[in-house]
């Protein structure tokens, strides 16, 4: 009897070189797995969370978000009974808030329409908000131990070099040739401990840089080693071309108070409170172009007159496919009633702490509170 070829591309793995992969990796796993906090918990609530912290964050910044959001919420009814305040307070700073916001209505809709059970198969789970093709994977692969196939950038990257796939691993061909070996590879004993094994030896061994193919279990049976094709496997994703922006923040003050806006659906930070904020595609180039346009719009967009003040800070940031500079400036409200269009709240420094801002308000709220400290302290 010839050997069966599993179903990925040009040649594929035969059953007898997967059966040694898999031992391979085993061997190495038992000796080199990650101690993640999330790891062998066989709770779904926890695994889900710590996947959708970990989307286009790294395990480090999750790691104290993950435990202070458990601490919070322990699980999905915890969830699901809050309010979105809440949840986006303790996700800020992780950024890409939409996660936060999905968590959220997936927990309500767990606990509404499934009577908190969370589904065991990719197809139940994919339903949820939120949850992709890879997270409903690892939910059932590790809280469930389902035969579920995963591809994340870990395992992408692992799987390109392995298959020696010259072609981009993110195209709709190159995904359906890696999750195909994702299923091909996946033992029919404990496939979440081995997905979770995959997932440890593309991020400390087959890394993007550097790869320490020496000490690599697989590198037998790696196509892109034999080939001398490491370093080339897989070609770098396209990088967006970068546009520049020019915002501008305004902290107004009135009898001690600083205003604050909810940025509504639709907006970027949808959900969290800022001060006033605008952006541009050019800067403006003098305090007299700064003033009389600030003042403008924050007259139109509130009902107020103010006087602006003195420029408080510069923040440099990136957002998506955008730079971003931020300029901040003071302002007191002089005359003039709030507009009832949006929500707004006046809020002292001391109570800036209960409101979710995003990354650069946190940091102007902060400028402003260390500003009065020191005014306070020459006093």
Known sequence: MTEQASTTEDPGFTRRE????????????????????????????????????????????????????????????ALAAADEADVLRLWEGLGYYSRARNLHRGAQEIVSRLGGIFPRDVAALVELPGIGRYTAGAIASFAFDEQAPI????????????????????????????????E????????????????????VVCTPTEPKCDGCPLATCCRAFRSQRVGEIPPPAKRPVITNLWAYSVAVRHEGRYLLRRCQPGERWAG??????????????????????????????????????????????GVTRYRITLNCFLAERISGRLSRAGEWDWAKPDDFSRYALSVTGRKFANRITSSLFSQNAKV
């Open 18 to 77: 997967l059966s040694s992969l898999r031992r391979a990796l085993v061997r190495w796993s038992e000796k080199n797995q990650r101690p993640l906090p999330w790891r062998n918990i066989g709770d779904p609530y926890r695994v889900w969370i710590s996947e959708v912290m970990l989307q286009q964050t790294t395990v480090a910044a999750v790691v104290p978000y993950y435990e202070r959001f458990l601490a919070k919420f322990p699980d999905v009814h």
């Open 151 to 182: 591809v994340e950038a870990n395992t992408l990257r692992l799987y390109a070099r392995l298959l020696g796939y010259p072609g981009d691993p993110r195209s709709s061909a190159g995904q359906q040739v890696l999750w195909q070996f994702a």
């Open 272 to 317: 969290l409170w800022d001060f006033l904020r605008w952006e541009r595609e050019t800067p403006l180039t003098s305090p007299a172009d700064c003033e009389r346009e600030l003042s403008r719009l924050i007259q139109e967009s509130t009902g107020l007159r103010i006087q602006l003040g003195p420029q408080l800070a510069e923040f440099k940031h």
């Open 184 to 203: 091909d590879v996946l033992p029919h004993d404990k496939p979440g401990q081995f997905n979770q094994a995959l997932m440890d030896l593309g991020a």
